[in-house]
């Protein structure tokens, strides 16, 4: 059994609610003690992967970036296959919306897990949530707590999985970032489904993300002149 | 909640244990039912894949390879490194070879479940073993079933994971294989962590292998004179 040091891996995708939990992490295990990794798994807006260059650059994290490539293989799926339409609303036969990759955050813990093990990094840092609920079963609590199990399990090691964001709104999201100065950092986050900056504004991420701004009484960042 | 048809999918590596339960399955599930799936993690030995292939063309089934580019991304181990060294004996510091790969089997195991879930198939076999005992506790009894519980709860299923080959050793391997009439297509498997065809006989792979058959009183097909 290995000890667990108390550095910090954030899963980030440089989206709104992974760059909170980076400053979450730098909160709570300091400056030097957070890094942070990505997966290019072929998605559709590069630019999510370079929002997380940025964000991590600019809060002073190392940043590692691994590839996927098994993703695209599986196939067929709009988050990764230009030519499916994206569809926020539940698919009738699957009751899940179609940018659902099977166990996709299963996969991209098990390999934060994996470099964590391999760098003696005891604690992993997920911006999921199962609140504002997507349809996604591997956002819940239940799923997070037995893979924690399962990769305790399966690397002998006792990794943390910390989920900060599993029971807030997108409301208390927003005020979270604001109480530990995630806000400037916003401005550097992609959410847009649509991939564009500025963003969409129509499109449901752009949707949902505004209305936990509006929510907090807070203007986005991103939204802001320059 | 999906139904879990009675479709099996095999991990294929294209080794004798897997071959063993590609045979397990054509027994319990029928041909026709049972697909097969190898991936392709960059592993020095390229006759693996090309060993699973026609393990399965042999027995009729199904075939996918899936790429998988992160386990080289991740770096800096003896199955996928080829200016590494490979020691079987554990590594002072982790306890563990350096042919472990951290997680290797969750991430296959996840991965299969994805591609099973896509497919409509419920069960899901896998020729990893706790007896003879490896060092790799993601070939536990207890991690496998932590991870089943795992992936049902994060893709919404009621996926199987079966094991045939967890309790037994290579010498009961051998007479499961012997008694499903899958010693003919041992011919086709291989073992041999050296990478050779005849194998080395030398490596603790093969070693391991011809101790089952010997212990079983049955000669290994894949040394018998063509």
Redesign the interface.
């Known amino acids: 059994m ?1 000890a667990a040091p108390e550095k910090a891996l954030v899963l980030l995708s440089g989206g709104q609610d992974s760059t909170t939990c980076l400053y979450w992490a730098l909160d709570r295990f300091g400056q030097g003690a957070v890094s942070s990794i990505a997966f290019d798994y072929g998605q559709r807006h590069r630019v999510e992967l370079e929002c997380a260059r940025r964000v991590a650059a600019d809060a002073g994290v190392a940043h590692v970036c ?5 993703f695209a ?2 196939g ?1 799926n709009a988050l990764t296959d230009a030519t499916v339409e994206v569809d926020d609303r539940a698919s009738a036969d ?1 009751g ?1 919306p179609n940018t659902f ?3 996709r ?3 991209f813990l ?2 934060a ?3 964590a ?2 760098h003696d990094i005891g604690h992993l840092v997920t911006g999921i949530a199962q609140t504002d609920y997507s349809g996604y ?2 956002c ?1 609590q ?2 997070i707590a ?2 924690q ?3 305790r ?4 090691s006792d990794v943390h999985i910390h989920a900060p964001l599993m029971q807030r709104s997108k409301k208390e999201t927003v005020e979270l970032a604001r109480d530990l100065n995630a806000l400037d950092a916003m401005r550097l986050t992609h959410t847009c489904y649509n991939g564009r900056r500025p963003p969409c504004g129509e499109c449901p991420a752009c949707r949902l993300r505004a209305k936990g701004f509006a929510e907090a009484g807070i203007p986005d960042p991103l939204l802001a002149d320059p």
């Open positions: 290995n691994l590839p996927i490539d098994t293989a599986l067929g699957s899940l990759v099977p166990g955050n299963l996969i098990t390999y897990a994996a470099y093990y391999q079963p591997d819940r239940a799923t037995s893979l199990e399962t990769l399990l399966g690397m002998e």
